[in-house]
Every structure is written in structure tokens, then in C-alpha cells.
Nanobody, 117 residues
Framework: QVQLVESGGGLVQAGGSLRISCEAS????????MAWFRQAPGKERELVAS????????YYAHSVKGRFTISRDNAKNTVSLQMNSLKPEDTAVYYC??????????WGQGTQVTVSS
């Protein structure tokens, strides 16, 4: 089992920045990637960004490319998402997820990000 605890989030004005983080514990040696998903009211959950637990591969959704940066700290078992130039449409609950055997199996409780116009 892998446990994920998110931190950060909150309310920010459009154009502002916010950083959210996720700390993993438990069987972290089994993780092969971590990611951030988000879900806005009335919409499906979508993948925002992901990062392999080893190597340099990262993925960004088109809507956030150039504005968001995902990073990891293997020693601390944390993954962070730096969000710049935030837009009202970025408002959502953001979920941290951990992948084992190439499937996102473990999820955090979610953290609310609200961008006001």
C-alpha cells in the first residue's frame, strides 16, 4: 500500500501562482510514476501532469503546458506541482496519484484550488 497526503492549494487571483505538494509513504519502492489529476465541478477527472519516479520523463496536458511544472524529490518521496499564470478554468480539486505497474492505483484525498477572476 502507498499512502498519499497532499498539501497546499487555496484561493488565488487569476495570474497568480500556487504550489501543491504530495508526500508518499508506505511501499514507495513499488512506485514507477506519480501524477496530478484534477476534477472541476460537472467535469471528468483529467490528467494534468505526470513524472516518472526515475529518469526525466514528464507529461503535461496541453492546457497547462508552459504554466505548470511537476517535480519530484525521491529522498523525501514527494512530488510537487508549481502552478503559474493561473486561470479561472484551473479551478478544481487536484488529486495526487501514484502508479505501480504502470497503473494509477493510489490516490490522495484531494486539495481544492480556486482561481478568482
Amino acid at each position: 500500500q502507498v499512502q498519499l497526503v497532499e498539501s497546499g492549494g487555496g484561493l488565488v487571483q487569476a495570474g497568480g501562482s500556487l504550489r501543491i505538494s504530495c508526500e508518499a509513504s508506505g511501499r514507495t519502492f513499488s512506485m514507477d510514476a506519480m501524477a496530478w489529476f484534477r476534477q472541476a465541478p460537472g467535469k471528468e477527472r483529467e490528467l494534468v501532469a505526470s513524472i516518472r519516479w526515475t529518469g526525466t520523463y514528464t507529461y503535461y496536458a496541453h492546457s497547462v503546458k508552459g504554466r505548470f511544472t511537476i517535480s519530484r524529490d525521491n529522498a523525501k518521496n514527494t512530488v510537487s506541482l508549481q502552478m503559474n499564470s493561473l486561470k479561472p478554468e484551473d479551478t478544481a480539486v487536484y488529486y495526487c496519484a501514484a502508479s505501480t505497474e504502470n497503473a494509477y492505483t493510489y490516490w490522495g484525498q484531494g486539495t481544492q484550488v480556486t482561481v478568482s477572476s
